[in-house]
């Protein structure tokens, strides 16, 4: 069972950057695909990007593309989000999260797909 822990969370202004950091523990983290998700204030959870388990392909919501990009290192066992230009409307708790099924084909956006989350970081973005 993977286990997962989130950093670099913190305020910053519209139009900066932030990394987050998702640091996972246990044997199956390079086998299963990974995402992000955030929470906003009176908002549901929703996807942010997710990435195959060997990197191979990655899938991000369409309010983030060209800004966010995901990445992963199995050698470190740990997953990235590179956050740039961000805006106010990304203020949230992101959340990492590993998908239910080993080494599943496709990087699926439903978060009753991700069994394992990490207890989330905060992120906002004053204007």
């Known amino acids: 069972q993977v286990q997962l822990v989130e950093s670099g969370g913190g305020l910053v202004q519209a139009g900066g950057s932030l990394r987050l950091s998702c640091a996972a523990s246990?044997?199956?983290?390079?086998?299963?695909?990974m995402a992000w998700f955030r929470q906003a204030p009176g908002k549901e959870r929703e996807f942010v990007a997710g990435i195959k388990w060997n990197g191979g392909s990655t899938n991000y919501a369409d309010s983030v593309k060209g800004r966010f990009t995901i990445s992963r290192d199995n050698a470190k066992n740990t997953l990235y989000l590179q956050m740039r230009s961000l805006k106010p409307e990304d203020t949230a708790v992101y959340y990492c999260?590993?998908?239910?099924?080993?080494?599943?084909?496709?990087?699926?956006?439903?978060?009753?797909?991700?069994?394992?989350w990490g207890q989330g970081t905060q992120v906002t973005v004053s204007s």
């Open positions: 999260a590993a998908d239910s099924l080993i080494a599943r084909s496709l990087v699926l956006t439903a978060q009753t797909l991700y069994n394992v």
């Open positions: 246990g044997r199956t983290f390079s086998g299963v695909n």
